[in-house]
Structures are given as C-alpha cells and as structure tokens.
C-alpha cells in the first residue's frame, strides 16, 4: 500500500500521480475521514492523560491511607468513555485503511502515459522469426496429433481449461522446468525455495491480490480462509512479512517452481483452445528483495534472467514497457516479455517483470535496518516469471515443429531429455 503520509501531506499530489493510471481518488472521503481521525485522536489521547493522572492519585491516596472508592468511582466512568473513543478512533481507521488497502501503487515517473495496451512500447526484439515453407500448426494440433495432449481427458477429470501431457511432451514440460531452475540457481545465483501451495488470507494481501482480485482465486471450503496460490510471488514474497533485514543480509534472490491457479475470471471467451489460459499452470519466480536505492538495477537485472532462458532456447521475443493504464495493481513499473509464436503470428506474454518499491512491504511490514540512521524501512520487492513454464513449452512446440508435425528438441533442453533430438508419434 501506499506511504499514508502521501495521504495526509499532499493528497492533491498523490491524486494527480494516481490518475496517470486512470484511477480516481476518492479524495473527499479521506479528508473527511482524515479531520474525523485527528479530532478524535486527541480526544482518546487526553482521556488516557487524564485516567493515567487519576491513576497515580488513587496511588498517592491509598499510600496516604485515604478513602480512595470516589476516585474509583471516577475514573470507573473514564474508562467507559476512552473505550467508546477507543471504539470510535478503531472504526475510523478501519475505514481508512479499507480505502487504502484498494489503492493501487503510484507509477514510476518513466513509465509512459496511456490509457490500456495499445499504448505500450516495445523496447527490443531480440531473434528472428522462423521462416516455415509449409502453414504452421498450433500446438493443440501438434500435441494431438502426437497423443500426447489430452484437452478430453482433462475435461472429464476436472472440466475446462486443464491438460493432461503424456510421454515425451511431459518430460519436455519438465525438462524444460529444470533447466530454468539450473540457469537461475547456478548461473544467476538465486537460491531455490521449496513453498506451500495454499496460503492464508494476509499473504494475499501482503502482495496486493486481496481484497481487489478475490474472484480470480481459488478459496478452499474451510472455516479459515485459505487459498490456491496465484503465483510463487505469494508464498515466496511473504518470506519476510514481519520481519526487519539487517543491510548485509540484502539483497535476496529467491526462484521458485510451483503450480499456480487462477479462476481466470473475466477472462471468457479468451484463448480457450490449449495452454495459454488454464486454471492450473506452472512458473518459474524468480524474487528479489532489495534496498530501495538499487531496485531499478535489481529490476533490469532480473528481466536479463528471464531473457536469458528464451536466448538460450533460441527463441524470437521482443520486451514491452507496460504503459500507466496498463500496470498491475502493485506495480510501480512492468516490463513483459513476449515470445514469438508462428501459428499465431504474433507475440504473446510469457513473463512479466514488476518493481513493486514499497508497496507491498508496507502491507507486509518488511523492513530492512538501515545502517546510516539505524531506523527501519520498507524494503523494495522485484519479480517475474523466468519463465511460464507452459507457455514456453507451447513457444518451443510452436517454433520447433517441421512439416511432419514433429518437435525438435532445442540444443540446451537435449541433456533433459535423454539426449533425444526429436519428439514423434
């Protein structure tokens, strides 16, 4: 969430930076709630400066032997009204911070002004596309024509939007896992982290899925709100929820492999043929969590970590700087990467690499110590996909096919895969 003091000090500014994103603060509402909260601040502040005083002179009284039951009488009262103020004071802010909590992150000031998606900006394209002398096939047909993408069988065991993979398009999928998971660890220095699939209510929050985006989650049937992770940045990020980083233990780079599931709602009618859009996928994350005044370093390093596997896998991408109107709630500045896909002709996301400052620390509570005041901050948090594990294995399908609708193994997935070339019916 955002500082509250940007809140209180200069709301008109905080506003004007909001509607770059096309969001419109709500500003007489917490200014109203603001004055509410100041008056009866210093309200609840003099009744507990007046208990305290009455307090020590039952002390004194009864050290002094005198009848001190009028005095309790006293101060009896006092406490029904600091209650009601307490009561009073709790209220307001609760109404406070329910605004607060659905404010999105102000953008960095470079990111460029639009309205949606038709105003972001491709920075770079990197590869050239594949130039077939027969009509490319989409990997749905590809995977069926080898039998080894079973869409009907998923559908029986769980209903749309899931896949069954069999034979050597599942050990594609997992080698394709592995080999991200030993780029980012050996190569790029992330420690691999093992977390659960199912976390609570204040981890969503932490990282800005709640309370905004609930309907796009899973919610198990249980007394206590639980949930499927959305992504590793859950889990993963809320490794320092509470907690205070001392300056020589940053920064943290942690990857992950998990399954991620999503209600995708809203989303129908969209890429409802094969694995662009399911409700159960697998990522690589790769998180980082830094001191503020290298995270834009940290963020352009993290999108080279996520480039570097479709280099390597020699497939065609091109980086997109997302516009204002286009940014996650959270985000303060994204940058996707989209790789090429020839039965589409086009380009489709594959990762998406965010600075999120501090906005999520401040929901998190994690703070670093810094060395020069010895006070805590908020840290900066930085993700991504490195990468959609899925999707990338549609781009190689889609990319590496030949005319008889078999897969070539790229050069840096043959090691995975039993040093086999090619996958055939």
Excluded at 13 to 19: I, N, P, R
Excluded at 135 to 145: N, S, Y
Excluded at 153 to 158: D, P
Excluded at 403 to 423: C, F, H, S, T, V
Aim: hydrophobic share 35%; glycine share 6%; proline share 5%.
């Amino acid at each position: 969430m955002l500082d509250p003091k940007l809140l209180r000090q200069d709301i008109a500014a905080t506003a004007a930076q909001l509607k770059r994103r096309g969001y419109s603060l709500d500003v007489d509402s917490i200014n109203e709630l603001e004055a509410k909260r100041k008056v009866v601040q210093v309200r609840t502040q003099e009744l507990q400066n007046e208990r305290n005083e009455r307090s020590r002179a039952i002390g004194k009284a009864k050290a002094a032997g005198d009848d001190i039951q009028p005095l309790l009488d006293e101060v009896a009262g006092l406490g029904d009204r600091l209650k009601q103020a307490e009561d009073e004071l709790s209220g307001i802010q609760n109404s406070l911070d329910k605004i607060l909590y659905g404010i999105p992150n102000i953008p960095h000031p470079d990111v460029p002004v639009g309205a949606d998606e038709n105003a972001n900006i491709v920075s770079q394209t990197i590869g050239d596309v594949p130039k077939f002398d027969f009509t490319p096939k989409d990997h749905v047909e590809l995977g069926e024509r080898l039998g080894m993408m079973h869409f009907d069988a998923a559908s029986k065991i769980s209903g749309s939007r899931y896949v069954c993979l069999t034979g050597q398009l599942a050990q594609l999928q997992r080698a394709i896992t592995q080999f991200m998971l030993d780029v980012h660890t050996r190569i790029h220095d992330y420690t691999e982290i093992y977390v659960p699939y199912i976390v609570n209510a204040e981890s969503l929050r932490g990282t800005g899925q709640l309370p905004k985006f609930e309907e796009e989650l899973f919610r198990l049937n249980t007394e206590t709100p639980f949930y499927l992770i959305p992504t590793a940045e859950v889990p993963v990020t809320n490794m320092v929820r509470d907690r205070i980083l001392e300056e020589d233990q940053l920064p943290l780079k942690f990857v992950a492999h998990t399954p991620c599931f999503r209600s995708e709602a809203g989303s129908h009618g969209k890429d409802t043929r094969g694995l662009i859009r399911q409700h159960q996928f697998e990522k690589v994350e790769l998180v980082q969590i830094v001191k503020p005044d290298v995270s834009y370093e940290a963020l352009t390093e993290l999108i080279h970590h996520a480039a570097y596997i479709l280099y390597t896998l020699e497939l065609p991408f091109q980086m997109l700087e997302l516009c204002t109107g286009d940014l996650g709630f959270s985000s303060a500045c994204t940058y996707d990467l989209e790789v090429w896909l020839p039965s589409q002709n086009t380009y489709r996301e594959i990762s998406s690499c965010s600075n999120f400052e501090s906005f999520q620390a401040r929901r998190m509570k994690a703070r670093w110590r810094n060395s020069e005041t010895g006070k805590p901050e908020p840290v900066h948090t930085i993700n991504g996909s490195g990468l959609a594990v899925g999707r990338t294995l549609v781009a190689i399908m889609d990319n590496y096919q030949d005319k008889d609708g078999n897969i070539i193994i790229p050069e840096a997935l043959r090691a995975y895969m039993g040093e086999i070339d090619l996958i055939t019916a």
